[in-house]
């Protein structure tokens, strides 16, 4: 992606991670969590990425928020690997961009798109959270704050058509349109079975098992046994699950 003089405002505040799989390595953390430079961020994810990544392998980052997770698999699959970021978010994308650059990682590929069911164009709404912005057919966060018409592009098309080479692993955060995600990649998980890890988040118990359960439904359907990862977070407020999807017979 071209970056321009309109994000330069987000290159100020490259902070070095301090433990965890990223540690040693810069990241531009805007206004995110804290946890991302201590490193402390979701530990069941890093690990889970760290785990199922070997050198020369491929990365697909869905939902690329600003990086940090992008940085740990860069480093796992090393300079014959490749890292694709997803971030519709212009501020993130380019975030993730200069990260990639000060850590000195040229496998990190960005495209500043959504990732969907269809290759088209959509609306983002965006969030105060700066990981919080969702495609407008997963609903509007509830802490809404604009929105912003975004391209959008399957995985399938993107393998397909750019060249890209096919994932050994898939990270989906998509803030409730993992569906969507999903729909547009049948094909990568038929031809080229990767792994994949995904974010499962709700208000309620019943929204997040009702996400869960579609979710659990395309992926068995299509030969993928399902492992629940540790919890990152406590059972107060906003729930959030993780899960590991894994083709059976790998």
């Known amino acids: 992606m071209r970056l321009t003089a309109k994000f330069l405002g987000v290159f100020c505040d490259a902070r070095v991670i301090a433990k965890g799989e990223a540690a040693g390595l810069k990241l531009v953390a805007q206004s995110a969590d804290p946890n991302f430079v201590r490193g402390t961020y979701e530990p069941p994810i890093q690990q889970a990425i760290a785990a199922n990544l070997a050198p020369g392998d491929a990365f697909f980052d869905i939902g690329a928020n600003i990086g940090f997770f992008c940085l740990i698999a860069a480093r796992r699959v090393g300079p014959r690997g490749q890292v694709y970021a997803f971030e519709p978010v212009p501020r993130n994308a380019a975030a993730v961009a200069e990260s990639a650059r000060l850590s000195g990682f040229d496998t990190i590929r960005v495209f500043a798109e959504a990732a969907g069911a269809t290759t088209s164009r959509g609306q983002l709404l965006l969030a105060h959270h700066i990981g919080g912005a969702t495609l407008a057919s997963a609903g509007a966060p509830p802490d809404m704050n604009g929105r912003l018409e975004v391209s959008i592009v399957t995985i399938d098309d993107a393998i397909a058509h ?28 038929r031809r080229h079975r990767p792994k994949v890890i995904y974010e499962v988040d709700d208000a309620t118990r019943e929204g997040l098992d009702r996400k869960a359960r579609k979710i659990a439904e395309l992926l068995t359907a ?18 959030v699950e993780h899960v590991l999807a894994q083709p059976v017979g790998a």
């Open 222 to 239: 299509a030969g993928y046994a399902l492992k629940p990862l540790p919890a990152s977070y406590g059972n107060g407020g906003w729930r």
């Open 162 to 189: 750019r060249g890209l080479r096919p994932p050994s692993l898939v990270k989906i955060d998509v803030e409730g349109a993992e569906i969507d995600a999903l729909g547009g990649m049948t094909e990568t998980l």
